[in-house]
C-alpha cells in the first residue's frame, strides 16, 4: 500500500466558513442516501430533469454525441435515449455519495460482479489484470462494490477542493487496497507486476499528442489514448474490459473475457479493436454511458471544423 498515494488526513481548516458549502452539500446528499433507493431513483430523475433546465450545454453535448455514434437512429430513438442518459445522469449523483458513504451491508445487497471468473483465472496465475473500464454514469458506486469480491488498485485524479478530495479518496478506498496518481504510470506498471486487479479508463479524449486515432461507432477519426498499449507492452498482464450498469437490484459489474493478443498487433490495429468491444459493451445499455463528455473534441489536424461547432 506504501506505493499509493498518500490518504489526505483531515484538517481543522476544513471547518472554516469557504468549506462549509460543501458540508451543507455533503449533508443534504448523506441524509438523503439514507431514503429506500426506489425513492433515491425518484429524486435521481427530478435532478435530471433539472438538468435539462440548468446544464442545457452538458445535454447538448451528450445529444450531439449519440447522434455522431448512432446516426442510424431515429430523431424519436435518439430524444428518447438523451432523456434515458439524462435521467442517469441525475442518479449518478446519489450514486457516488452511495459509493462513499453506505454501509457495507448496503452496497452488498444491491451489488453484483458478473464475470470474476474470467478476472479469477488472471490473478491465479499472477499475472495482473488489466481492468479497462468504461465511463459510465455509476462508475463510483461500481468501484465500492467490485473491490467486496477482490480489492482492487486504480488511478486517482486528486480533486481540487481539498474538502472533496478527503471525501472521494476516503469513499473510493472503503473497498479497495490503494490508490495511484494518474501521473504514476511506472507504480501502476508495478502494480500489475505484482499480480493486481487495476483499473485504467481508456475511453476519454486525452489529446492529440498521446492519442492515434481510430473509429469509434460512426465517428472514423476518434482520439484513442495509446498509453493503454505502452501498460500492456510493459507489464505481464491481461487486459479484460469492465462496464458498469444499472440494474433492477442495483448495479452490475459486467468482467468481459481477455482481449487476446492486443499488445501482439500493430497500434492502430489493436486500438481499432479495442474501441469495437468498448463500443460492443456501451451498446448493451447506452443510456448508461457518460455521453455528456466531449468524447471526439480532438480532430487529427487543428484546422479541421469541431464536430461539436454550433455554426452550420
Known amino acids: 500500500m506504501s506505493a499509493g498515494l498518500k490518504a489526505p488526513r483531515f484538517e481543522w481548516s476544513f471547518l472554516l466558513p469557504k468549506y462549509w458549502p460543501v458540508w451543507l452539500g455533503a449533508g443534504v446528499l448523506y441524509i438523503l442516501t439514507w431514503l429506500p433507493l426506489p425513492v433515491i431513483r425518484m ?6 430533469f433539472l438538468f435539462t433546465k440548468f446544464a442545457k450545454k452538458r445535454v447538448s453535448i451528450a445529444r450531439r454525441n449519440i447522434e455522431l455514434v448512432y446516426p ?15 435521467s442517469r445522469a441525475g ?9 462513499w458513504w453506505w454501509p457495507q451491508w448496503r452496497i452488498r445487497r444491491i451489488g453484483e460482479v458478473e464475470g470474476f471468473e474470467h478476472a479469477e483465472k488472471v490473478l ?6 488489466f481492468g479497462l473500464a468504461l465511463h459510465n454514469m455509476n462508475l463510483e458506486l461500481a468501484c465500492r462494490v467490485l473491490g467486496y ?4 488498485v ?6 481540487n477542493n481539498p474538502l472533496m478530495d478527503y471525501f472521494q479518496y476516503h469513499g473510493r478506498n472503503q473497498s479497495n487496497k490503494y490508490m495511484i496518481d494518474k501521473r504514476s504510470s511506472k507504480v501502476l506498471i508495478q502494480a500489475l507486476e505484482d499480480g493486481e486487479l487495476c483499473l485504467y479508463l481508456p475511453d476519454q479524449d486525452y489529446g492529440r499528442a498521446q492519442s492515434i486515432f481510430v473509429p469509434f461507432g460512426e465517428v472514423k477519426e476518434t482520439a484513442t489514448t495509446t498509453a493503454t498499449l505502452m501498460f500492456l507492452k510493459r507489464a505481464q498482464c491481461v487486459p479484460m474490459l469492465m ?10 459489474i459486467k468482467i468481459y473475457p481477455p482481449i487476446e493478443n492486443l499488445a501482439e498487433l500493430p497500434d492502430k490495429e489493436a486500438l481499432t479493436l479495442l474501441n469495437e468491444h468498448i463500443l460492443a459493451a456501451v451498446n448493451e445499455q447506452p443510456e448508461s454511458y457518460l455521453w455528456m463528455h466531449k468524447r471526439f473534441k480532438t480532430r487529427p489536424s487543428k484546422d479541421m471544423p ?3 461547432s454550433t455554426k452550420k
Open 149 to 152: 469480491t477482490h480489492p482492487g
Open 154 to 159: 486504480g488511478f486517482y485524479r486528486k480533486h
Open 124 to 129: 491465479k496465475s499472477g499475472k495482473g489484470v
Open 91 to 99: 442518479m449518478a449523483l446519489f450514486e457516488t455519495a452511495i459509493g
Open 43 to 48: 429524486l435521481g430523475e427530478g435532478v435530471g
Open 72 to 86: 442510424h437512429l431515429s430523431k424519436l430513438e435518439r430524444d428518447t435515449l438523451v432523456k434515458k442518459n439524462v
Open 243 to 252: 462496464t458498469t450498469q444499472h440494474s433492477q437490484k442495483g448495479c452490475k
Open 306 to 308: 469541431s464536430l461539436y
